[in-house]
């Protein structure tokens, strides 16, 4: 396995300063993976930089909102350190409290200012009320982000000029169960993960989000959970619903190929990558590897072995690295 050619060595200075400054150094080769959990991959030799974040479903499962607000800080502050010494290969999306937009909003800024992150990753709907993820959901609801009360944070967002990556979970009980007591094989990443998470995704889309903040950029993992496999039903069954009062301006198609990036984060499937770069382009195609739900080995060997066969030297390049350092503003 060719460890040596996927080096980049990627940082950020001064994660304690009052106004931290992306540096990195640029060897002009190596791949930038996005990873959805918080953990020092040893084989980090395999993968030059690491954006790491704090594993599904994290602040998103606390539904005391002084509690998650409280937890999202600390988490926050305990991200920054361990990798301030080795900032070279890690950086860092941050973990936010989604109970109350504005507190979500300032917290984001704070983290992206002066702890240097590159941006949020939210691990899907937020839980609310008197329950966490682990109990029975009391008085609970779950809050989307797609409705207009969210649009400062939004607005902070497209402000700051970073990216949010939004990440699938597992419902809690009782939900999990009446959908899936008759086949819990299907929990997490076998179908309940992109379910849930599209669903998300497609609220943005039609609630008129990305009308309203055409600048903002979302990454999905997992190769977009499914939406640009299934692009043309959608939008002709969308289009169905504006006599409805539905507000969204364009189709999904659009979303995808102008503010939604797709990683292929647990999905390296090469037959389908090729069917997504022609339905929304190859360069809204990010490479991830999903660690540690992945192996770092099964991405280099991807890399190395797949595609080549299928993408020029220039193109391999844009999806190992180049579009990441585009989103990630590391060329600013």
Known sequence: MRTASLLLFCG????????????????????????????IPEFIGQSGCMVLSCASP???????????????????????????????????????????????????????????????????????????????????????????EFDVFWKTVVELDVPIYLHPRVNPQPVSGLLFAHAPFLIGPAQEFAITLSTHILGLCTNGIFDRFPDLTIISGHLGERIPSDLVRINDQLSRQVVAGMPMQKNVTFYFQHNILETTSGNFATDLVKFHAQQIGLERILYSVDYPYVTMEQGAEWLDNEVPTFLNREQALALKRGRAIEVLRLNR
């Open 12 to 39: 950020l200075l001064a994660m304690t300063t009052a106004s931290a400054r992306r540096v990195w150094n640029d060897t002009g080769r190596g791949s930038i993976a996005f990873e959805e959990a918080w953990t």
């Open 58 to 148: 994290c602040i998103q499962g606390i539904a005391d909102p002084a509690n998650a607000s409280a937890m999202a800080i600390s988490v926050n502050n305990e991200l920054a350190r361990q990798i301030s010494n080795n900032t070279h290969r890690f950086g860092a999306f941050a973990a936010l409290a989604m109970h109350d937009p504005a507190v979500a909003a300032q917290e984001l800024r704070r983290t992206v200012k002066e702890l240097g992150f590159l941006g949020g990753l939210i691990n899907d709907y937020q839980q609310f009320g008197t329950g966490d993820n682990h109990l029975p959901m009391a008085p609970e609801t779950f809050i989307f982000y797609d409705q207009p």
